[in-house]
């Protein structure tokens, strides 16, 4: 494993020269176009050409005689482009789905290429030994004619994206603005969906039928967690699909009997968990953080809005557990554990078993109610809902009003209602109007 691991360093070795520079090539294009199928709804479309395009090498060998790549590829090429007009004709002259026109397809072609590649090795021509390997592919069989083919195409997909970045990203995002261009969005349409067929043909030959689709469609998915503009995610699905054909190609040379083309798509894989855990705005964990921090904001918010309408009812500044643990319809268990909490935050204090309210915790607790009772007057006094039904609302919304949206609420109650915006009262009449938990 160490002379293998040394071999593939060294770069030496002239047929890992052209599986590294391959695999790189296939990711990274792979990548690139992934990120506007992605984005356009077409993932599944790789997956449909892959398959369209196994009839296609077993036609071009049937006609041809020869296993050379680009009479391969073009005849993988002809069976697909065959096939994304058969799934646009299908979607458009009749009532079938995409995507259950994209299943149609997939499936009749891939039976149609599996009964010709049987076929073919059946005939027992001799030459024929190979082609199957498009089904799953086989990196290590490249050459140097094959890289120069690969070279090519990505250099025709690299200076189309490159030309056609703009007219791509109003496809996807705004069809109709396109069309308002001058340009026809079914032919901008036409053009990505021929780019992603020249994607897929670069990578048959190293990821095979099967596993295209994933070269596709994963560093894409992955890149999306990472970013919100479409330029920096093509630059990060690019980059992971080039990373996952380098790491693949490297993994695979440590033990030869484990083929490149599925170890680039554990690598992407391996990407796309990274990006799904620890992403930092879209990832599972940033969320999870994002819940737990508005769920603890919720809890004090409620917590310090009933301390204040209590204390205003009962006209004393210090207060009980068991006081707040009725008011809050909570436990007194949980009215001490988030009590302790807020002292160590700095909202709240305890002395001689009673809770008072620091100068920051007053000061949070009135803008609450204050947020709280000008939400009920907006909603009721716009004829949203009826005094009666505004608490429940108000109480959910109260925790995500900002300083800037009340200004604006107190400025159109005092307009429209003459409501002195310091004298906010309870619209239901009395002091304390705290919803309990779980209770209207």
């Not at 695999?23 to 294009?29: D, K, R, V, Y």
């Not at 009839?55 to 050379?68: C, E, F, H, I, R």
């Not at 199957?132 to 690969?150: E, I, N, P, T």
Request: charged fraction near 20%; hydrophobic fraction near 50%; proline fraction near 2%.
């Amino acid at each position: 494993m160490l002379d293998n691991a040394l071999r593939f360093l060294s770069l030496a070795d002239a047929n890992v020269r052209f599986v590294l520079l391959g695999s790189l090539l296939i990711g990274a294009t792979g990548g690139m176009l992934g990120s506007f199928a992605v984005l356009r709804r077409r993932s599944l479309l790789g997956d449909a050409l892959a398959h369209a395009a196994l009839p296609g090498v077993a036609l071009a060998y049937l006609a041809t005689g020869s296993k050379s790549l680009p009479v391969l590829l073009f005849g993988a090429t002809v069976a697909g482009v065959l096939g994304v007009l058969l799934i646009q004709f299908i979607t458009q002259y009749t009532r079938v789905k995409a995507d259950s026109a994209i299943g149609i397809v997939l499936s009749v072609f891939f039976g149609i290429g599996i009964v010709l590649l049987t076929h073919i090795q059946r005939a027992g021509g001799g030459n024929q030994s190979g082609l199957d390997k498009f089904l799953f592919g086989q990196a290590a069989s490249m050459v140097g004619d094959d890289l120069r083919v690969m070279t090519v195409l990505t250099a025709v997909i690299i200076v189309a994206v490159l030309a056609l970045y703009k007219e791509f990203k109003a496809l996807i995002f705004d069809a109709g603005f396109l069309s308002t261009l001058g340009f026809s969005a079914r032919k901008v349409d036409a053009m990505l969906m021929g780019l992603i067929v020249l994607t897929v043909m670069v990578g048959l030959q190293a990821v095979g039928v099967v596993l295209i689709a994933a070269m596709l469609i994963t560093p894409a998915v992955a890149a999306r967690f990472w970013s919100e503009r479409l330029g920096t995610m093509v630059v990060i699905s690019t980059a992971f699909g080039g990373v996952s054909g380098v790491v693949g190609t490297f993994v695979s040379s440590l033990a030869p009997r484990i083929p490149t083309g599925p170890v680039m798509v554990l690598v992407a894989t391996l990407f796309f968990v990274v990006s799904a855990l620890c992403a930092p705005s879209r990832g599972m964990l940033a969320r999870w953080r994002r819940h737990r921090h508005n769920a603890e904001r919720e809890r004090r918010h409620h917590f310090l809005r009933a301390f204040i309408e209590l204390s205003n009812k009962e006209s004393r500044n210090t207060l009980p557990a068991s006081s707040l643990a009725v008011e809050l319809g909570w436990k007194v268990s949980r009215v001490e554990r988030l009590g302790r909490k807020l002292a160590r935050q700095g909202y709240a204090q305890r002395s001689d078993g009673l809770w008072y309210l620091t100068d920051a915790g007053v000061e949070e607790g009135i803008f609450i109610v204050k947020s709280h009772r000008l939400w009920e007057h907006y909603l009721y006094y716009r004829s949203i809902l009826d005094a009666d039904h505004v608490d429940r609302p108000a109480d959910e919304v109260e925790h995500l009003l900002t300083p800037e949206i009340i200004a604006d609420l107190e400025q159109i109650l005092a307009e429209e209602r003459g409501i002195d915006p310091d004298e906010v009262v309870n619209i239901h009449g009395t002091l304390s109007h705290y919803r309990r938990g779980g209770r209207e």
